[in-house]
């Protein structure tokens, strides 16, 4: 079998798989989120944080409780790793330094998992699964929350309140996530991933001498790494490490794991705002995005000219056999279109172009399909960019969902989709300005430029993955992309819960033959054709100087 026509088969499997758990899930999300009753185990939990589960918040209190949970969760992570050498499981490793260790919390917490350290070589087994493991499920269940707070903006009318925060962050916890994430590790733990406790082992080479391994809970981090769109690896190779990701079925299914929740998710919108095909309308955006993407990515990574590039079929420099080429791009696309930091290939050994489009991705806004919640939150901020602009062509003030889109909702739009840009250009050209960051870079000229650049897209963008090149573990580093990802995280949410608190006050405006049907393939088209020119706006001038310049030279 060729590769290309390998590649193929895995993304009409993986579509198929994920075809088949769109609805089920989908509909058990919105039951999860519209249920009224609670279970024994999370009345337990509100109990034990002080929390009335049936209190109604507005969007200010349902801020005010994101902030508080997150900065609560960023303290106690930086405190874990600052007294790790006093712990035990600690595998002889001592601290972390300060600014690696805000670092580090910053980006847990953030739904990052952005890493400037070597895994298997700095975190002890308390910090892996109390800290950065606990991070894992809980900042991507405040994901979750803050989407369905924005659906519940536009389900509701003639109030202000989206519902209570500490019930949707302990439901998204304990009724979606640990399910999922514990028949997921099961499945790795049985296909070769590793999911123990053991201590460091002196492991012979092949070639003679010898090297040292340490165990740890791998399996279960790798599962909701991968299902809350985090990434962390607990080694260094991330997942592209066989105690990770053993072979081609685990890397195909941790792709669908990423995947599953930001998919089903349209699913969930349209069970709670009672018009299932809206929910197809930005499945459909999302489906042509990541489509578009992998077909592009394995073009320019089968067929780059050169020498040794034919001899290997392809560009294979910084890919695992095991995975090849397809398995490769599929996954560095599916990675940089949602808040996942996962890698199971080197994206600075990619083409020019192939690297370019990993940041193209992030600088979407991470939304074809996007993280858990984030993705769903920036596809609707983005639907009412687009019905916006559809009215002003048209000279009709713009409705969406019934919900009239007057100046102070695109007010909140627009503050949502310039930040993240803001914060990636603000810090590159600091860092590119500045005498000692470049030093950083492992090249020089237009790679070198990328490698800064896809950092802080990155971080803004919460996605975590590296180029690689970059050596990130300097105090500028740490510092200025923990600031970008927790601007880049918190800042965009205050806008999402302003706007649905907007939304939800807001009295239905019934559809009249002039109303735009955002049900439709044209809405779709348009929302599509929206994301590419405002990010190619945006974007366009950065990228030339970096991976578009290196496509052209090779």
Not at 3 to 12: C, E, F, I, S, T
Not at 208 to 224: D, M
Not at 294 to 304: G, K, N, R, V
Not at 504 to 525: D, H, I, M, N, Y
Request: aromatic share 10%; net charge neutral.
């Amino acid at each position: 079998m060729s590769p290309v026509l390998a590649g193929v088969l895995q993304v009409l499997a993986l579509i198929a798989a994920l075809a088949l758990a769109y609805r089920p899930l989908g509909d058990y999300m919105a039951r999860v989120y519209s249920s009224e009753k609670h279970l024994r185990v999370e009345k337990w939990i509100y109990k034990g944080i002080g929390a009335n589960p049936n209190a109604e918040m507005r969007w200010t209190a349902y801020l005010r409780g994101v902030l508080a949970f997150s900065a609560v969760s960023v303290l106690f992570l930086y405190l874990l790793q600052r007294v790790q050498g006093s712990l035990p499981g600690s595998l002889g490793f001592t601290s972390i330094d300060p600014d690696q260790a805000f670092n580090t919390a910053a980006s847990f917490v953030a739904n990052t998992n952005w890493q400037s350290y070597y895994g298997e070589q700095a975190m002890g087994h308390v910090v892996q699964t109390a800290g950065l493991a606990v991070q894992n499920f809980v900042s991507a269940a405040v994901g979750i929350a803050v989407a369905v707070a924005l659906v519940r903006g536009f389900a509701r009318s003639r109030t202000g309140e989206l519902g209570n925060f500490w019930s949707d962050l302990v439901r998204g916890t304990v009724r979606i996530l640990v399910p999922i994430a514990v028949v997921g590790a099961l499945v790795l733990v049985a296909c070769g991933a590793l999911q123990n406790f053991s201590g460091i082992h002196e492991v012979g080479q092949f070639m003679g001498g010898s090297q040292q391994w340490n165990g740890g809970a791998v399996a279960s981090q790798e599962a909701i790494k991968e299902l809350g769109t985090n990434g962390g690896g607990y080694f260094n190779a991330n997942s592209a490490h066989p105690f990770e990701n053993p072979n081609g079925f685990t890397n195909l299914f941790e792709v669908f794991l990423i995947l599953v929740i930001p998919f089903a998710l349209t699913r969930t919108f349209g069970t709670m705002v009672g018009s299932v095909k809206q929910g197809y309308a930005i499945l459909a955006t999302m489906a042509t995005i990541w489509i578009g993407f992998i077909a592009l990515m394995m073009w320019t990574e089968f067929h780059h000219g050169g020498p040794a590039f034919d001899a290997a079929g392809g560009a294979m420099e910084g890919k695992e056999n095991r995975f090849g080429i397809g398995g490769s791009s599929i996954f560095a696309v599916s990675t940089t279109l949602t808040s996942t930091g996962a890698v199971d290939s080197f994206h600075s050994s990619f083409t020019g172009f192939g690297g370019g489009l990993t940041m193209l991705g992030m600088q979407l806004g991470e939304i074809a399909p996007g993280g858990t919640g984030s993705g769903l939150y920036g596809m609707l901020i983005m639907a009412v960019i687009a019905v916006f602009i559809a009215g002003l062509m048209v000279g009709r003030t713009p409705e969406y969902l019934g919900k009239k889109i007057g100046s102070r909702e695109i007010k909140f739009a627009a503050c949502y989709i310039l930040i993240t840009p803001a914060l990636v250009l603000i810090f590159t050209a600091a860092s590119m300005a500045l005498p000692t960051p470049p030093n950083s870079m492992l090249n020089s000229g237009a790679h070198g430029f990328s490698e800064i650049l896809y950092a802080y897209t990155s971080g803004a963008n919460n996605n975590g993955s590296a180029f690689a090149g970059l050596s990130a573990d300097t105090q500028w580093f740490n510092t200025t992309i923990g600031l970008a990802m927790l601007l880049g995280r918190f800042l965009p949410m205050v806008f999402v819960l302003a706007l649905a608190g907007s939304l939800a006050e807001q009295k239905p405006v019934p559809a009249t033959a002039g109303t735009l049907r955002t049900e439709k393939p044209l809405f779709t088209g348009l929302l599509v054709g929206t994301l590419l020119i405002i990010t190619g706006l945006t974007y366009f001038p950065t990228l030339a100087l970096g991976p578009i310049a290196e496509g052209l030279s090779s």
